[in-house]
């Protein structure tokens, strides 16, 4: 994927590879527009790809179930004619206008990007894990034992897990990892969970049956091993410290969903999100967008499907900013095909 070069011009500089950024490249590449994308993560995909890649999507249309990881896999071949570039591995810092009127957004390493047009995808914002307050949790990062999504639920058979956590994602993977799990223990600190009712019985029922060891009221405040993991310390309300020996701890208590450098861009924002037009999704930047879960308007619902609708209206008033001369005439993919872009054009 095109890393090398460190200035890159284009049409459509997309920041943010989830599923609505990819998305907008394929609609771009129907109205003869290059996208250049842009993400923090290294791999494409969004939250489908980091934080729930083996869970079945019910709500996209024509998918009756789809997991969310063939979905962004569908989605790269689905814009492969129009060839996108793809700077991975790096955060978007800095949005500025240049005297041409075009948009230059460089990168924390220093790569410049300039585009009449930016479509800001961002979704949560950077990705930024809420971890617990345990003073030593760094020592045991990158692979030696706390980890703060599940990325490849196979590491994890054969293991003893911790889980830490009262949504979704706490009970799902309890769920999903108890099976293959040598042990399995769920600590959350309340006695009420707040994920889905379905999910919260089935937990129960996996520890009614000695499958899972489920502590409530309970907090792990500290973590024990030489070089890795070995022990969590767990606070119980009631019956005070002990120790469960584990190879993994996972704290899944979501993201917390910071806007980061976008925040600083001068852009109108409305309870964290980026106010946009309806009509175009438009931002108070002429020739800036944002699509996906990180715009906001009345009626705003943070779904795939709905990104999708943003990013299409979006390049409609995208090719007007970078053909200002050029009509545009609306037509039906069954009636085009989809005409990809010749490989190797220079732009
Ligand atoms: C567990 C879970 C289950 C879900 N289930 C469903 C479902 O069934 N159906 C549904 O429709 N939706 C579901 N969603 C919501 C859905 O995932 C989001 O609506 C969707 O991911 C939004 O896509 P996006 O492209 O707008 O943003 P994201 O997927 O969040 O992608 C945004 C990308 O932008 C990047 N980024 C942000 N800031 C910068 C920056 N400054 N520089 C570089 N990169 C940056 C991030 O790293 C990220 O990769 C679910 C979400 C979760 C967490």
Request: glycine share 12%.
């Amino acid at each position: 994927m095109g890393m090398d070069s460190k200035y890159i011009e284009t049409d459509i500089v997309i920041i943010g590879a989830g599923p609505v950024g990819l998305f907008a490249v394929f609609e771009a590449g129907l109205l003869k527009m290059r996208c250049h994308l842009i993400d923090t993560l290294p791999q494409p995909g969004g939250q489908l790809a980091e934080i729930y890649p083996k869970k079945p999507i019910y709500d996209i249309p024509g998918f009756p179930s789809i997991l969310a990881g063939d979905l962004v896999r569908n989605l790269l071949k689905q814009i492969e004619p129009f060839q996108p570039g793809y700077t991975l591995g790096e955060r978007a810092e800095v949005l500025e206008r240049q005297a041409d009127g075009r948009w230059r957004v460089i990168t924390e390493r220093g790569t410049v990007h300039v585009a009449p047009v930016v479509f800001i995808a961002g979704g949560l914002g950077a990705f930024e894990p809420r971890k617990p307050p345990i003073g030593n949790i760094g020592d045991y990062e990158n692979g030696r034992g706390v980890a703060y999504c599940v990325r490849n639920p196979e590491e994890f058979s054969g293991r003893r897990i911790v889980i830490a956590g009262g949504g979704d994602s706490a009970l799902d993977w309890t769920i999903y990892l108890a099976d293959d799990a040598a042990s399995l223990t769920l600590v959350h600190r309340r006695s009420e969970f707040r994920g889905a009712p379905d999910s919260v019985e089935k937990v129960q029922e996996l520890a009614r049956q000695g499958r899972i060891r489920l502590i409530t009221n309970a907090q792990v405040v500290g973590l024990k091993g030489n070089g890795r993991l070995e022990q969590v310390i767990i606070q119980h309300e009631t019956d005070g410290l002990f120790e469960v020996d584990t190879d993994y701890f996972l704290p899944l208590f979501g993201l917390t969903p910071k806007l980061g450098p976008i925040e600083h861009w001068g852009l109108e924002l409305k309870d964290g999100a980026i106010a946009v037009d309806t009509r175009d999704y438009s931002t108070n930047l002429p020739g800036v967008f944002a699509i996906g879960d990180i715009n906001t308007y009345p009626g705003k619902l943070k779904l795939i499907l709905c990104g999708f609708h943003e990013a299409t209206l979006a390049c409609q008033a995208a090719f007007k900013v970078v053909n200002p001369d050029k009509k545009l005439s609306f037509k039906y993919t069954t009636v085009t095909g989809i005409e990809g872009f010749p490989a190797k054009t220079p732009r």
